[in-house]
């Protein structure tokens, strides 16, 4: 058994997808695509989200075995020995009350992971439309958190047990939420940089963001580090606004604690997804990150192409960028 990896692949895979799903070990394909509705078929995830550097699918790899597939309860399912990976759709009309669908979702989610016997999400990715529309309490994304936040609520899920997740917008229609789980729970951690979400105070919203900062695995019987969307945000507040390389390098600076704090050990970053507000900020970005590559701290090392810009809204309004990766142990540093 291998452990779990996320690679992106160019253009021209989009056109072998049938192909792609039927390898052995191949768990998922997710697709930067601009559509975001409910697929034909189990195993391949549009998440709205057009890729800005040309890698417009990942490839969620695990195992040696092909993948059992289905569909229950309107949820997507694929399974490979421990880890099963589930998506849900919301249509547009859903969404104009997103705080209900998200609950409803959410449910539906954790209703198949429990009877699947996988009760234990170890990952999560929200993408929904419009996220910074409306004002105070009314904005999408503060909507969101108040169905993500009943639904936990309502499955009993603590705090301390929320796993790593991402949540950002995209420009189409409609939205999806998937997620990895396994039979066993993982270990959720905080960044010492950054106040847990799920306490921020009153005036980010009447629900706390319910994730943690990354949630460590054992897969294969080597530990692995699923890192959140990061951003550049010290304890909870917003720093460097409007500066797009000051940002990068504050979100850079989190996730390389956030690690450092979990394991001291070498580590290899992948499935870098490098989330951009404004397309023509991806030049920009692009040559930070290889910058960044080039002197990053050797604990922490990562190649460019395992790297993939997206264009996303952000959760704040002031925030340019959103980072997440996958970082994993290096055997021979």
């Known amino acids: 058994m291998s452990t779990l990896t996320q690679d992106y692949l160019s253009v021209d895979s989009l056109n072998q997808l049938p192909e792609l799903l039927k390898q052995p070990g191949v768990l998922a394909l997710v697709g930067f695509v601009e559509d975001c509705s409910e697929p034909g078929s189990p195993g391949y995830i549009p998440v709205g989200m057009p890729s800005l550097s040309g890698k417009p699918l ?18 997507h399912w694929s399974l490979i020995d421990d880890v099963l990976c589930a998506a ?5 009309k859903d969404c104009e009350d997103i705080a209900t669908a998200t609950e409803k979702t959410y449910g539906r989610l954790f209703r198949l992971i429990q009877s699947m016997g996988f009760p234990y999400p170890f990952r999560i990715w929200n993408f929904i439309p419009n996220i910074n529309q409306g004002d105070g309490d009314g904005e999408e994304y503060k909507k969101f958190c108040v169905g993500r936040h009943k639904a936990f609520h309502s499955w009993h899920v603590a705090p301390h047990e929320y796993p790593a997740a991402s949540a950002l917008g995209h420009h189409g229609q409609g939205a999806v939420i998937y997620l990895l789980a396994g039979r066993y729970s993982g270990v959720h951690h905080e960044n010492p940089r950054q106040q847990p979400a799920y306490q921020y105070p009153r005036q980010y919203g009447p629900s706390s963001p319910s994730f943690a900062r990354a ?3 054992n897969l294969n019987s080597q530990s692995q580090v699923f890192i959140s969307g990061t951003a550049s945000i010290i304890g909870h507040d917003t720093h460097a606004a409007g500066n797009l390389r000051n940002q990068l390098s504050i979100t ?14 070498h580590h290899s970053l992948s499935a870098i997804r490098v989330y951009l507000r404004h ?3 991806y030049p920009d970005a692009q040559a930070f990150m290889s910058d960044a590559h080039a002197s990053m701290a050797n604990r922490q090392q990562f190649s460019l192409d395992r790297v993939n810009f997206l264009h996303a809204d952000i959760c704040r309004d002031p925030l340019l960028v959103e980072i997440e990766a996958l970082a994993s142990p290096l055997r021979n540093p």
Do not use: F
Not at 58 to 75: K, L, S
Not at 88 to 92: A, F, L, N
């Open 58 to 75: 990942e490839v969620i790899r695990y195992g040696h075995q092909p993948a059992e597939r289905g569909v229950t309860d309107a949820c």
């Open 88 to 92: 849900c759709w919301i249509s547009p």
């Open 215 to 217: 949630t460590c695995l």
């Open 252 to 265: 850079l600076d989190n996730i390389q604690q956030l690690v450092a704090h979990i394991d001291q050990s």
């Open 279 to 281: 397309p023509h900020d």
